[in-house]
């Protein structure tokens, strides 16, 4: 068969429904194959930047590999911040790239290009891929297809690149893949799953920290278990918000820089930590690990290399988070765990002390009030997803979570322009569901070209734009040491209206101005003749709302402004 036609035919067979593209000539027989030869559908975005952003949301809602697609040169240079974004939030996606024909490539020669957009998109991508792959020898395409679905699969989830000149694409092949299941031996000493109970039941102050590797392991139903069976409160990384439902009772809250200052405080007062599917960053724990070091830590995680890497002195427990789950289990089969009311009643009075709500003083509307009116109004979303910045951390401080709602953000990479293509991948994940886009005003002009794919497809994303005309979180690093200077970050009022950029879509949309009235904008959301269309609400935020509580530089993660100062200046 054609090479193209099988790898068609291969991606529907692996259960892809949708995959991401921005045509170029170096994919168009691959393009073409998989309109003739499947029923896949095929997203066509307005950069290949955006392909990868979906493709990643698509795989973190599906589990599945996201499957994005480019042209050679531009077209795949456009995708690494994707490909980036994949590799350190730990998603798993294939990322295909079509390259010049073999007989351009310029090999060895001393020059710089041979072929026309001729690009070596495969040592570009290495650093942040799991595996590069550029076909040489069209048979090789069945057991490199396979090969990568497993490796983007396998132990910690992340992308793959396979780079294909045009001329192997057309060329007659036979399948010859071999599926090896090279299954790796896991194993627990069992005295240390012994110590740790033991250590759970010792504990006066335990708590778990729930990061993304829950999901990415797709342990969440073991986690659950877990939990419910050492009855042990639980903070969350930003990537681990959608761990636990927010009306659980052991839900304590979000950490890191601009964390719940009432989790921060828990974080710091605890005696015994369980790390679970989380690497233990600077942005979680602050630059004083000495601080965080001064407790029992077990830290579970499939890389050797993220363990006692930052903060040192953990229990290290090097496995699969479903193996550890069903190993302790196991172990645990007949112990009774008891709730610690004490903790728990003072990690509650640690909340109504420092409620997220009145962080902030700002004109006009909260944020953070905001983020709790859209939740408890928006049941239907199955799917938040935040862009970067302040509204992210507000997002991340205030959204209620219910019913395996999931939240999407770019975390490691941090890229600025993520949610808007994401939403599509999400949605499209689960067959036009609506979903909720939260995005500021610097963040939607990035990929703002995307409301033209979402009115194409009929996608049912909330689109709701948080515009302080600012990029605020570095307008509130210059207020603090730069005398105000506002280079390059204050727009004020030639930002755009992005209610009539919407219309010009043709999207409908409005814009709220006052903490009244909000609710009936939330409302017309999701009424019945609206659930199902995709809408822009703009939300004004005064220029000069900070992002607070924030971790004070060079203190520990528990003092935290505007009433902790920090030591010296330095980016956070």
């Not at 994940?429 to 070209?449: R, S, T, Y």
């Not at 409005?510 to 609400?537: C, G, H, M, Y």
Request: hydrophobic share 40%; proline share 4%.
């Amino acid at each position: 068969m054609k090479a193209s036609d099988f790898i068609a035919e291969f991606l529907m067979k692996k259960g892809i429904k949708s995959v991401f593209e921005l045509s170029g000539g170096m994919i168009t027989h691959i393009l073409d194959s998989l309109n003739q030869k499947t029923d896949i559908n095929i997203i066509t975005m307005h950069h290949e930047q955006s392909a990868a952003f979906a493709a990643e949301a698509y795989a973190r809602v599906t589990g599945l590999p996201g499957i994005a697609l480019a042209t050679s040169g531009p077209g795949a240079t456009n995708l690494l911040t994707g490909i980036g974004s994949c590799y350190f939030d730990s998603t798993p996606a294939i990322f295909i790239t079509g390259q010049v024909n073999r007989h351009e490539l310029k090999g060895d020669l001393d020059i710089r290009q041979l072929g026309f957009q001729e690009t070596d998109i495969v040592t570009m991508a290495k650093p942040i891929t799991k595996a590069c792959f550029q076909i040489t020898d069209a048979n090789d395409i069945p057991k490199i297809f396979e090969s990568a679905f497993k490796i983007a699969l396998e132990g910690r989830p992340g992308p793959v690149l396979i780079d294909i000149p045009m001329d192997t694409q057309r060329i007659q092949i036979e399948d010859n893949s071999l599926v090896v299941d090279d299954v790796k031996d896991l194993e627990i000493n069992s005295d240390i799953l012994g110590n740790l109970i033991e250590d759970i039941q010792k504990a006066k102050k335990p708590l778990i920290l729930s990061g993304r590797g829950i999901k990415a392991s797709k342990s969440q139903d073991l986690f659950d278990e877990f939990i419910k069976k050492t009855q042990i409160p639980v903070i969350t990384t930003l990537l681990g918000l959608d761990t636990i439902n927010y009306d659980n009772s052991q839900r304590v809250g979000f950490i890191g820089s601009y964390g719940n200052r009432w989790a921060n405080i828990a974080f710091g007062e605890c005696d015994l930590l369980i790390v679970l599917g989380s690497r233990l960053d600077i942005r979680q724990t602050g630059a004083d690990v000495k601080f965080i070091e001064n407790r029992k830590i077990y830290h579970i995680d499939y890389e050797k290399g993220e363990v006692n890497n930052r903060v040192k002195g953990c229990e290290a427990i090097i496995t699969d988070l479903n193996f550890f789950f069903k190993e302790f289990k196991k172990s645990a089969f007949n112990i009774f765990f008891v709730l610690n009311e004490d903790w728990s009643n003072h990690i509650n009075n640690l909340k109504s002390t420092w409620p997220d709500i009145k962080e902030l003083d700002p004109k006009g509307i909260n944020p953070n009030v905001f983020m709790h009116l859209l939740s408890n109004k928006s049941k239907k979303a199955k799917v938040y997803l935040a862009d970067v910045g302040s509204h992210q951390m507000w997002a991340a401080q205030s959204l209620e979570l219910y019913n395996d709602q999931q939240f999407l953000t770019s975390g490691g990479m941090g890229a600025m322009g993520f949610s808007l293509p994401a939403g599509i991948g999400a949605s499209i994940a689960l067959n036009k569901k609506p979903v909720v886009v939260l995005v500021g005003d610097g963040c939607m002009q990035i990929n703002i070209q995307e409301l033209q794919t979402i009115v194409r497809n009929k996608i049912p994303i909330k689109v709701i734009v948080l515009n302080n005309r600012t990029l605020g979180m570095i307008r509130q690093f210059q207020d603090s040491y730069f005398e105000s200077r506002y280079q390059s970050t204050y727009w004020g009022y030639d930002a755009p209206d992005f209610a009539k950029v919407a219309i010009a879509y043709g999207i409908e949309s409005r814009t709220v101005e006052n903490q009244e009235d909000i609710e009936d904008a939330i409302d017309w959301f999701w009424s019945v003749e609206n659930e199902n269309k995709p809408q822009l609400l703009q939300v004004m935020i005064d220029p000069h709302t900070n992002t607070y509580p924030k971790i004070a530089f060079g203190r520990p993660i528990t003092e935290m402004e505007p009433f902790a100062k920090p030591i010296a200046m330095e980016a956070t």
